[in-house]
């Protein structure tokens, strides 16, 4: 139009151009899946030993360029949201991987592994996180994932404790945002009524503040995962659960109140453990399991090789020895991949240093 106004669009004109879209794009995925299956077959054809279908440092690759890409309006998590999904719908026509992840059904961790592998996986659900390491030990799935440290509460020693033993290793790692919501079986129950609010110990830590503000006289009784005490609460009339919404559904409960956390930015890191090296990603994490030498000023000779490189060290943990009384272990994690020369040179210096140093795991950092 010639007075620069925009002419007039309808309703169905909309529609049609949605529906033309969807054509395109549907189109364009079973294009891309072909080329997933191409690669299977190229890789079966070359002979490959022991073939990765799985490659966490490609995968981050993708994503991280489609975010880079991303002009909107959809939020970078959504587009990496869907960019997992097609992804690992396209890996599921290569091989089915089989996920083991701390359970029930309903739990954050179950929500890390959706979040990280998407719905073109088999999911198993195990009651211990020694039982995820054990599983993957034996090959019965091909990974699992564990929680290892939350924002609020700290680290997650018993995850830890295993890698002690573990020949696996450290394949990705989850960040996701945890919200807790306080739940009962009868939505008439109110706050003076409820008498118990079960919780796994670090959830109930993470709601304290809350806790002590609006239910002062329930009794908080600690079980194994917050899916356990949602189950729980389907049974009791004056007891409550604290957990996220998907337990809610799952089991039929009524939501009293929502993010009762006490820190908004709440936040759980999860690992993805196999019995995979893998290869650098271009933004990369390494974790060290080190014992120093029982030697004044042991820690800082550990630390001293990582400043000579310029390496960052993002976390350090330590364990007491399970051999000697008043020795420890340090668990370590430093940026770069243990590929790279800087990190190389690094852990020539550490293992001069140290008792015992091992790689427990190079991976990509934790995407969106």
Same mark, same amino acid.
């Not at 072909?34 to 490659?55: H, P």
């Not at 304290?208 to 949602?230: C, I, M, Q, T, Y």
């Given at each position: 139009?010639?007075?620069?106004?925009?002419?007039?669009?309808?309703?169905?004109?909309?529609?049609?151009?949605?529906?033309?879209?969807?054509?395109?794009?549907?189109?364009?995925?079973?294009?891309?899946?072909?080329?997933?299956?191409?690669?299977?077959?190229?890789?079966?054809?070359?002979?490959?030993?022991?073939?990765?279908?799985?490659?966490?440092?490609?995968?981050?690759?993708?994503?991280?360029?489609?975010?880079?890409?991303?002009?909107?309006?959809?939020?970078?998590?959504?587009?990496?949201?869907?960019?997992?999904?097609?992804?690992?719908?396209?890996?599921?026509?290569?091989?089915?991987?089989?996920?083991?992840?701390?359970?029930?059904?309903?739990?954050?961790?179950?929500?890390?592994?959706?979040?990280?592998?998407?719905?073109?996986?088999?999911?198993?659900?195990?009651?211990?996180?020694?039982?995820?390491?054990?599983?993957?030990?034996?090959?019965?799935?091909?990974?699992?994932?564990?929680?290892?440290?939350?924002?609020?509460?700290?680290?997650?020693?018993?995850?830890?404790?295993?890698?002690?033993?573990? %020949? @696996? =290793?450290?394949? $990705?790692?989850?960040?996701?945002? +945890?919200?807790?919501?306080?739940?009962?079986?009868? !939505?008439?129950?109110?706050?003076?009524?409820?008498?118990?609010?079960?919780?796994?110990?670090?959830?109930?830590?993470?709601?304290?503040?809350?806790?002590?503000?609006?239910?002062?006289?329930?009794?908080?009784?600690?079980?194994?995962?917050?899916?356990?005490?949602?189950?729980?609460?389907?049974?009791?009339?004056?007891?409550?659960?604290?957990?996220?919404?998907?337990?809610?559904?799952?089991?039929?409960?009524?939501?009293?109140?929502?993010?009762?956390?006490?820190?908004?930015?709440?936040?759980?890191?999860?690992?993805?453990?196999?019995?995979?090296?893998?290869?650098?990603?271009?933004?990369?994490?390494?974790?060290?399991?080190?014992?120093?030498?029982?030697?004044?000023?042991?820690?800082?000779?550990?630390?001293? %090789? @990582? =400043?000579?490189? $310029?390496?960052?060290?993002?976390? +350090?943990?330590?364990?007491?020895?399970?051999?000697? !009384?008043?020795?420890?272990?340090?668990?370590?994690?430093?940026?770069?991949?243990?590929?790279?020369?800087?990190?190389?040179?690094?852990?020539?210096?550490?293992?001069?240093?140290?008792?015992?140093?091992?790689?427990?795991?190079?991976?990509?950092?934790?995407?969106?």
């Amino acid at each position: 139009m010639s007075d620069g106004t925009l002419p007039e669009i309808t309703l169905l004109d909309i529609r049609k151009r949605i529906d033309s879209l969807d054509t395109k794009i549907l189109e364009l995925l079973s294009e891309r899946a072909k080329c997933a299956e191409l690669v299977g077959k190229v890789k079966r054809k070359a002979g490959e030993i022991d073939i990765n279908f799985y490659r966490p440092e490609r995968e981050a690759q993708i994503l991280r360029r489609m975010v880079d890409i991303n002009q909107g309006p959809l939020k970078d998590q959504q587009v990496t949201r869907i960019y997992r999904s097609i992804i690992s719908s396209c890996l599921g026509l290569e091989q089915c991987l089989r996920i083991a992840y701390l359970g029930p059904e309903g739990s954050y961790t179950q929500g890390a592994a959706q979040k990280h592998f998407s719905d073109g996986v088999k999911m198993l659900s195990l009651a211990t996180i020694s039982q995820v390491f054990r599983e993957v030990e034996m090959g019965t799935v091909d990974y699992g994932v564990v929680p290892i440290e939350n924002s609020t509460e700290g680290v997650v020693s018993h995850t830890l404790d295993l890698f002690v033993q573990s %020949p @696996l =290793k450290i394949c $990705g790692e989850i960040h996701l945002p +945890i919200h807790h919501s306080l739940m009962c079986h009868s !939505n008439a129950l109110t706050y003076n009524e409820i008498k118990t609010v079960y919780g796994h110990q670090q959830s109930l830590a993470q709601c304290r503040v809350w806790l002590d503000a609006n239910v002062p006289n329930a009794e908080r009784l600690s079980v194994s995962s917050n899916s356990e005490g949602a189950r729980r609460v389907q049974a009791e009339h004056n007891a409550s659960a604290i957990a996220g919404q998907v337990a809610a559904e799952l089991y039929k409960l009524h939501t009293l109140q929502e993010n009762i956390e006490d820190n908004p930015n709440n936040t759980t890191r999860f690992l993805v453990i196999g019995d995979q090296k893998i290869e650098p990603s271009g933004e990369d994490k390494t974790t060290l399991l080190i014992s120093a030498k029982n030697r004044s000023g042991a820690l800082y000779r550990l630390l001293k %090789p @990582l =400043k000579n490189y $310029g390496l960052d060290m993002t976390r +350090i943990e330590s364990r007491p020895s399970k051999d000697t !009384n008043w020795e420890y272990l340090f668990f370590m994690d430093i940026d770069g991949h243990a590929d790279h020369e800087s990190v190389q040179a690094a852990l020539v210096e550490l293992e001069q240093e140290a008792e015992l140093i091992r790689v427990l795991g190079s991976y990509p950092k934790a995407i969106l």
